[in-house]
């Protein structure tokens, strides 16, 4: 059995906890038995990219993730239920699945790469005493009971890294935006509630409250669009053309560390290692100078268009599609172009 940790908001599985369950369930082939834990709390929400939690989810409807999960081989959820989990506490969740762990003894727990899962599963790894492959990008099992042998991004991404897990239980995060959420045949799944022993020294930590961002527009991580301007943008101001475009694109503004740093934009539009990691459809990326660190947070992008003055940039060798000109008259161009297609 493979147990997979799923984040949901308001019963709706996130989608890095559905790219993780499709790489979980590769793993669940030889026996076909793949569960899920899920908890049922008020501030449940799916991570960026699945990463910080930010939403309040609201207590999962079991039928209704249920149906959901089945579609991605789930034969068994687990719903953690408990009266102190109202809202997300990282030791008490840790808690709760190192004993779903004793009772099932799975092969191999996995978690979506999202901060949760990365510190949920972290806090099983010390309870369990058992080593945490995190970011992993491709996993194969071998046989039952042999160690795993997988592909994992170290240092942001810019890295992969080959190596083995060897342990009675295998722990693993699954890296957001590397495996493709696929669908199979549907199971019949199991639902049962699982309630977990739990004191006081589980919940030091947890949320107290939820704060919405007041940024109005489709969320940076969650665009099937991004326009992206770095250092070359020039002002605060001459991003209304990277705006006019996103908007018509139906997309969103993304930046540079280099633009942040200038006050141009709010860290929230920020692309790169320190900031959101995009997955789009399509990636314009206006006066970008390609630096590892935003590249790790494009890399996902399934099309890059790149415009720049050098091409020597470092982003014009990893574009599917580049324009070398000035950006102030490329991006207006481009504006008017798709306003005629129309």
Known sequence: MVLALVEHDGGVPAEASLES?????????EDG?????????????????????SGEGG???????????AAYGVTELDRVTHDRLDRYAPEAWAASVSQLVDELAPE??????????????AGVAARQSLPLAANCVAVA????????????????????EHARLDAGTKLLTVSPHEVAAEPTERADVTVRSFAPSLDDSQFRVRVSRVEESDEEGVP?????????????????????????????????VGASRAAVNEGWRP??????????KIAPDLYVACGISGAVQHMVGCKGAKNILAINTDPEAAI???????????????VPAITEAVREAE
């Open 108 to 121: 191999a727990v996995v978690a979506p790469g999202t901060d949760r899962g990365h510190e949920v599963l």
């Open 33 to 53: 038995e793949l569960a899920a834990v899920a908890f049922d709390t008020d501030g449940s929400g799916p991570g960026e990219g699945g990463g910080g939690s």
């Open 316 to 330: 014009i060798q990893k574009a599917e599609y580049a324009v070398i000109g000035d950006l102030h008259e490329v």
């Open 59 to 69: 207590p999962a409807d079991g039928d209704g993730l249920a149906d959901d999960l």
């Open 21 to 29: 369950l499709t790489l979980a369930r590769g793993l669940a082939a």
């Open 267 to 276: 860290h929230d539009d920020q692309v790169g290692l320190t900031g959101t």
């Open 220 to 252: 940076l991580g969650e665009a099937r669009v991004v326009v992206g301007g770095g250092r070359g943008v020039g002002s605060a101001e001459d991003y209304a053309i990277l705006e006019e475009l996103a908007d018509l694109l139906e997309g969103t």
């Open 141 to 160: 099992p071998g046989e039952p009971g042999e160690p795993y042998e997988l592909e994992r991004q170290r240092w942001g991404g810019s890295l992969i």
